[in-house]
């Protein structure tokens, strides 16, 4: 098991896709067959890639995790009067690779008490967090601090470590931690430059040689590797980790056996019940975690393997007992019902499996709306290409006079071309996210921009109300207040853009072309309407001039302020006449005041 | 076209091209034009009363008679336009209102004034000598001596006011009779 990162919170910390999936405090570990009393009452957290250790007294120390692809098996062991249920996690080796000596797991992770190797180790399991030196030399048993010790062979005071300083031979026996992982009774020889090789051992001398010879130098018989040997004796038992069989070179040594007989043995006792549940639970992660297999070099340099449990093997007195409890117990439990699909297993598949769907959907449903949005861009600046290509010959084409029917009809184009690019909406329309502080002022040139063809296509003066729901209409979703409206419009001549806002008397505001429309082409050209289809009303003045009701009006109120024109009401509605009234004034100004006037002969008598 | 003459134009009333403009009939609301089309109906309106020796006029009856109305173009002047009129003829000096003081329902159309027809009566007392005699108002208005006189059939009205305008130039002097009908006068010389 490795060392875990807790939470400030003392909860592991998660990696993204990590659940937890059951929790249960009380929880105590055993190596092997024996408790392990560095780690006896905690919280055991369930995740979906692995199992959690966090315990009560320390938990930034001695807080452990193991990962579900490590567990081989697990099996529920019922409580009875005093020994509280067990789970038992039967761990899978480490696949070898060439021989078992080389195998060194790549990230050699080590807790405190659990790796402890023998001298012979070197650089094993490393990287724990403080508990080892760099020779993978663990502090022994406890973390409380590196323990003082006689050397054997050379009676040096040794501080900690496994192996003597000066002699380099191992520490044997003397801890007071019960997972030693020694070999305290072997003296083997120790490969002093803490080589990685675990040496063979001759059945017949117990010499240990190295692990590379072929026959025993000392009594010259052939030397097999432990693999083969384990092969032989325990086909049935589990392969156990490499780990194992380095940490317990010395037992096999001593055992004359193969490290591959010893089965790495983790076992949860739960004090506090709720073993079943946590068990359920257990084996669906487990279940999962080995889909996960497929893929990763299972055991490779991906995974933390677990620290090999010293466990049964280390301890010397149990060691032949416990390699053949675990030896006898293997086969049993080998033939035990191997997890099936089903159940929790299913479903998490599935909820899993969707959510990878949805991911998948949602990713291509993006792309497509990007798609979509990336054309509509092309598209309309398309449309303005083509707008701009017309704007410069099609206006002239307009308002020559006597076209040729060819032009009419384009002109006619022309127009239906304008009213759709004006339907086409405004990109990116000005909002007051966007603009902030000036947001007015972005709004009326926006709008002078949008509105400028139009209003000189409706001849230089458009009601304000048609101008709002024009753009607004443009502008689809982020519509603009009229009140922000009109104070844009307000801005027209301060930011001197083409276009006016404009109030007449009656109330009526419009925007107008400063340039193009002014009150005296509107009475000209009301005067030759009405000198043209006789007196007008206000609707046949919409109709000729192809602008709303309330503008005709207000040119005809116009014209009528201005002296061109009089008024006539009847039940019939308003009508306007050529002012004549004016004409008559002009004329009796002329001719002096003649009619109307009593020219009394007998004046002169008053 | 009103003619000056003295003597009572014979025919119709000849209408000014103005008055078949439908226009004409609406209150303008500008107010030069206003100015314009007032100018004319006084001018319309003395002249009509003139020509036809109309004396009085009663607003609410007027409306729907000449000229006020013109049936071709079925035009009618309102009666507050009308009004309006009057007032402004008024301040001419041109009629007077008549009736309940405010009510302005009907007036006297003075198409001459009376000042006028004061001299006028003065110049005829004195070609015929009729200085300090007493004469009635009813002779002096309907007498076989007046007759071809323009205060021939004078409207009693005006011709009251025209004697009193000479009263109050001191050419005569008037004294009530039997009668208020039988107003005498004495005209000095």
Avoid at chain 1, 114 to 137: F, I, P, S, V, W
Avoid at chain 1, 313 to 329: H, I, K, L, P, Y
Avoid at chain 1, 359 to 374: I, K
Avoid at chain 1, 524 to 539: D, L, N
């Amino acid at each position: 098991m490795n060392p875990v990162e807790l939470a400030p919170t003392q909860r592991p910390l998660l990696s993204s896709s990590e659940k937890i999936l059951c929790i249960q405090n009380k929880v105590g570990l055993y190596q092997g067959l024996e408790r392990d009393e560095e780690h006896d009452c905690g919280t055991v957290y369930l995740t979906t890639q692995r199992l959690v250790y966090v315990d009560q007294q320390l938990p930034h120390e001695r807080s452990l995790a193991l990962n579900h692809q490590a567990i081989h098996r697990c099996t529920l062991h019922g409580g009875f009067l005093y020994t509280s249920a067990k789970i038992c996690l039967y761990l899978k080796p480490k696949p070898t690779n060439g021989s078992d000596r080389d195998a060194q797991p790549a990230e050699g992770s080590g807790t405190s008490g659990y790796n402890r190797q023998k001298g012979a180790q070197g650089t094993t399991l490393l990287e724990t967090t403080g508990t080892t030196n760099m020779y993978g030399q663990a502090r022994p048993g406890s973390s409380a601090g590196p323990i003082e010790w006689k050397c054997n062979i050379c009676d040096q005071i040794n501080r900690g470590g496994i192996k003597c300083t000066l002699c380099g031979v191992p520490h044997q026996g003397n801890y007071e931690s019960t997972d030693t992982c020694n070999v305290a009774a072997d003296t083997r020889p120790v490969n002093a430059s803490g080589a990685e090789r675990q040496p063979l051992r001759c059945p017949v001398c117990t010499f240990d040689n190295h692990e590379s010879m072929v026959r025993c130098e000392m009594c010259d018989t052939g030397l097999s590797k432990p693999d083969e040997a384990a092969a032989d004796q325990t086909n049935a038992a589990p392969s156990e980790s490499t780990e194992y069989q380095r940490l317990r070179t010395q037992e096999q040594a001593n055992s004359g056996r193969d490290s591959n007989d010893a089965i790495s043995l983790i076992k949860l006792s739960f004090r506090a019940g709720g073993a079943s549940a946590f068990y359920a639970t257990l084996k669906g992660a487990v279940d999962n975690s080995a889909w996960e297999l497929i893929g990763i070099d299972s055991f490779g340099e991906h995974t933390v393997p677990p620290a090999p449990l010293q466990g049964q093997q280390q301890s010397a007195a149990v060691a032949a007992a416990g390699t053949s409890a675990a030896a006898a117990n293997s086969p049993l439990l080998a033939r035990e019902r191997r997890p099936t699909t089903g159940g929790i297993s299913t479903i998490v598949n599935t909820a899993h499996e969707t959510q990878q769907a949805r991911d998948v959907t949602l990713r291509s449903a993006f792309s497509d709306l990007d798609a979509l949005t990336a054309k509509a861009n092309e598209i309309v600046s398309m449309a303005e290409h083509i707008a701009t290509q017309l704007n410069s010959p099609a206006a002239s084409k307009l308002h020559r006079k006597g076209a040729a029917e060819s032009d009419e009809d384009n002109a006619e184009r022309v127009d239906a071309f304008r009213q759709y690019l004006l339907d086409l909406g405004i990109d990116s329309p000005v909002t007051r996210d966007t603009a902030g502080a000036v947001f007015h002022d972005e709004l009326a040139r926006e709008l002078c921009d949008y509105l400028e063809n139009y209003v000189s296509q409706c001849g230089g003066t458009v009601a304000l109300v048609d101008a709002y729901c024009l753009y607004n209409r443009a502008r689809e979703f982020s519509l603009v207040y009229p009140s922000d409206f009109v104070q844009a419009c307000e801005k027209f001549e301060a930011l001197r853009l083409p276009l006016r806002l404009r109030e007449y008397p009656s109330g009526l505001l419009v925007l107008e072309d400063a340039s193009s429309a002014s009150d005296a082409l509107v009475i000209s050209r009301v005067g030759a309407y009405i000198a043209s289809f006789g007196p007008i009303t206000a609707s046949d003045l919409a109709a000729i001039e192809d602008c709303a009701l309330t503008l005709a009006e207000e040119r005809l109120w116009l014209c009528e302020r201005a002296g061109a024109l009089c008024r006539d009401e009847s039940v019939e509605g308003v009508r306007f006449y050529a002012n004549a009234f004016a004409a008559a004034a002009a004329a009796a100004v002329g001719a002096g005041r003649g009619e109307g006037d009593v020219q009394d002969p007998l004046w002169q008598y008053i | 076209m009103s003619n000056t003459t003295a003597v009572p134009t014979p025919g119709a009333f000849q209408f000014p091209e103005i008055y078949n403009f439908p226009p004409f009939f609406t209150r303008q609301p500008n107010e030069s034009t206003w100015q314009e089309q007032r100018r004319q109906w006084c001018d319309l309106i003395l002249a009509y009363y003139r020509h036809n020796r109309l004396y009085s006029l009663t607003l609410a009856e007027a409306i729907t008679e000449p000229p006020f109305t013109n049936r071709q173009i079925h035009r009618s002047l309102r009666v507050d336009v009308l009004r309006e009129l009057v007032d402004d003829l008024v301040k001419q000096g041109n009629a007077s209102w008549t009736g309940a003081k405010n009510a302005k329902d009907s007036c006297l159309v003075l198409w001459r004034k009376p000042e006028v027809w004061a001299s006028m009566i003065y110049q005829w007392a004195n070609e015929r000598g009729l200085f300090n005699t007493v004469l009635t108002v009813f002779e002096l208005a309907n007498g076989d001596d007046t007759a071809g006189q323009e205060f021939h059939n004078l409207d009693s009205v005006t011709l009251r006011r025209a004697l009193d305008v000479l009263q109050s130039q001191g050419k005569a002097q008037l004294f009530v009779g039997t009668s208020d009908d039988d107003m005498g006068v004495k005209l000095f010389a």
